[in-house]
């Protein structure tokens, strides 16, 4: 895919998905016929992967 700002707008604003809620946390289930729903579901586990900020 490639990244051409437009395109991947559109593409993140006009994501089949449900945003749920459960313990505090915040899940976000894709549509699994939508016809892009490996990139933005890769890209959210990887920021989900990233280490948490410390805070002091």
Known sequence: ???????LRYRLLH????ITR?????????AEHWPW???PAT???????LPRPRTC
């Open 43 to 49: 890209a959210f586990e990887r920021l989900a992967a």
């Open 1 to 7: 895919m490639l990244a051409e700002p437009k395109k």
């Open 37 to 39: 729903a490996k990139q």
């Open 22 to 30: 459960s313990a505090r946390r915040a899940h976000l289930h894709i």
């Open 15 to 18: 994501v089949a998905a449900r």
